[in-house]
């Protein structure tokens, strides 16, 4: 701290947190009064750095990380004055701010010697909370604008019904109804409060089964359309169902209303409503979702880099989370522009941001937006085993695991189940005398009861050697250790060894390179195609995939491959099947 900032340092970052109060002279830290919107500005500027430096929002108390949680994250360029963050925030959060780009500098130094970057805050302004209109839309959708602005218990019957037709898409019994205008009714003749009375309601029905789990109802509600007078005969259970498979929501108007009409058939009309769907911001949930469920994106963040190992100031918990951003990405990329699903085995593309590219080595981009680059001649990256982050999800901390890839790219490429052998007798054999990766595997291999799945995970993992757990090209191992403490500041002693990536398949096909291994998924494709197709209608349809199943699939794959496997010709497969249409 000067006498004009505070400062946060790359000195101990994990230590670098900001808090404030409301009063400078008081030691009580500055919470959030009640729930609602709220701008955060903050006067803030970079010292001792001629790069953008990135500054996190949480909430919680960093002493307990299980209530730490970020919120927002800002990045703030060398020439940079100010921060601004729009937030929801609960009564009682704790604000921070944190230095999320700083790596540690030398923590073996002392603070007062400390020379490196900094960014300093010198004013913190929180207003709200905000509502820039009133009504709210969401209020004014609630209580139908003025219809249901002053509860009464004549009229919570209706306001009942009106709320229950905006949250479900089922009809209620008339004992369920009953039962929720009731519970209104104790809260309003409690309180007094019309907004309590509705809040109990919509609390209610938010954490009821009808709401949390998808059902196909035929319940279309009033205020949204027209109920037509054959209503139990119209399906309106395929217009949510394409709602929740490409915007994860409830159908819009449109959408209900070509139901009714009938337009949800096999034809141009579905075509149409598809391509507008697809057309909506509302997809980018689904890519967003369907990507994180098929590749387990949401987990290349869980684990951070060695900072033994990796430069610090290329290897951050930033870039990593971008990399994690970037599968999401592509399959967007693939998707709005009508592209071949080959390309998830190999492009001549990449979706970069300014992080990522940086990160790859492609050069300088503009902007966190990801962005498409032509890949390089030199580089193997490309489609999705070329992704740094999904290379990180597949390797532990300090090394890689070719078991782990390799039965990474079974389950999610090849849509391959990898089950236990029947009658497992567990045989751990002795791999003291192993000097290499590789040497361990082929002891795990000795045996029988291992052999069996790894020979057909190891060898696509070994071939994927060269790219350490962060992703990043290497041509050697390094093994780290640590000295004793009475080396001030614990130096650290790199050990290497070989890289040995040449591995031979089951059926005898020998590969040593990621390009070699994204060769071998080409000449696998109908095989890899269809296990993607098969995680595609099995998220479609909200349930696993059996050998009944395999029908579907062929039909799809058929109909793809005179679209030169489009990924937009697959979604349009998918609901225009009879499995979709009629579950």
């Excluded at 004014?140 to 009942?160: E, K, M, S, Y």
């Excluded at 509705?198 to 319940?219: E, Q, W």
């Excluded at 498979?245 to 209303?257: E, G, I, K, M």
């Excluded at 369907?290 to 190992?309: E, S, Y």
Aim: hydrophobic fraction near 40%; charge should be negative; glycine fraction near 6%.
């Amino acid at each position: 701290q000067t006498e004009t900032a505070h400062v946060l340092t790359t000195h101990y970052p994990w230590r670098s947190v900001l808090y404030f109060n409301e009063d400078p002279s008081g030691e009580q830290i500055y919470r959030i009064p009640e729930y609602g919107r709220y701008w955060i500005q903050a006067d803030v500027t970079v010292h001792y750095s001629d790069k953008a430096e990135t500054i996190s929002v949480s909430t919680g108390d960093p002493r307990y990380p299980t209530n730490f949680k970020k919120v927002a994250r800002v990045v703030l360029p060398p020439d940079g004055q100010s921060i601004f963050v729009d937030l929801s925030l609960d009564a009682g959060a704790y604000i921070a701010f944190t230095y999320e780009s700083a790596a540690t500098w030398n923590i073996g130094n002392k603070h007062s010697e400390y020379t490196g970057r900094q960014v300093r805050f010198t004013k913190v302004r929180i207003t709200g909370p905000v509502t820039e209109v009133w009504p709210t839309a969401a209020d004014q959708l609630l209580f139908g604008g003025d219809r249901f602005r002053q509860l009464t218990l004549d009229n919570l019957r209706p306001f009942t019904e009106h709320v229950v037709a905006l949250l479900l898409n089922r009809r209620l019994s008339e004992r369920e109804l009953a039962a929720l205008a009731d519970l209104t009714a104790n809260r309003l003749e409690a309180t007094g409060s019309s907004t309590a009375a509705a809040r109990t309601l919509l609390t209610a029905l938010l954490s009821s089964p009808h709401f949390i789990y998808k059902t196909d109802g035929l319940h279309m509600p009033d205020n949204e359309v027209q109920q037509p007078a054959d209503a139990a005969t119209v399906d309106f259970g395929l217009a949510y169902r394409l709602a929740y498979f490409l915007w994860n929501s409830r159908p819009d108007t449109a959408l209900l209303n070509a139901a009714r009409a009938g337009q949800l058939v096999p034809g141009d009309a579905l075509a149409e409503q598809v391509d507008r769907m697809l057309a909506d911001p509302r997809s980018a949930r689904f890519c967003d979702d369907f990507t994180r469920q098929w590749l387990a994106t949401d987990k290349i963040d869980d684990i951070g880099p060695d900072d033994r190992v990796h430069d610090q100031r290329r290897v951050t918990f930033m870039k990593i989370r971008e990399l994690a951003k970037e599968p999401s990405a592509f399959f967007t990329e693939i998707l709005q522009h009508d592209l071949s699903m080959l390309n998830f085995i190999d492009s001549d593309f990449a979706m970069v941001n300014d992080e990522t590219s940086e990160y790859y080595g492609f050069g300088l981009i503009h902007g966190r937006a990801f962005q498409r680059l032509a890949i390089p001649d030199s580089s193997e990256r490309g489609g999705l085993i070329g992704q740094a982050g999904l290379l990180k999800l597949t390797s532990g901390k300090h090394s890689t695991s070719p078991i782990l890839r390799g039965a990474w790219i079974l389950k999610r490429i090849y849509g391959q189940r990898l089950n236990p052998p029947p009658n497992l007798v567990f045989e751990e054999p002795d791999i003291r005398a192993a000097g290499t990766v590789k040497q361990v595997i082929e002891l795990h291999k000795s045996t029988e009861t291992c052999n069996r799945c790894h020979v057909h995970i190891d060898p696509l993992g070994l071939a994927l050697e060269h790219y350490d757990e962060m992703g990043l090209w290497r041509d050697e191992y390094r093994h780290i250790e640590a000295k004793s403490l009475e080396n001030e500041g614990g130096s650290i002693v790199q050990h290497t060894a070989p890289i040995d990536s040449a591995a031979t398949l089951a059926d005898g096909r020998q590969i040593r390179s990621m390009t070699e291994l994204k060769s071998l998924l080409m000449e696998d494709r109908e095989i890899v195609l269809k296990g993607i197709l098969s995680k595609l209608a099995s998220y479609a349809l909200g349930r696993e995939l059996g050998t009944g199943d395999d029908g579907m699939i062929e039909e799809i794959y058929d109909r793809i491959s005179q679209h030169d496997y489009s990924l937009r010709a697959a979604i349009h497969a998918i609901v225009a099947h009879p499995s979709f249409q009629y579950p």
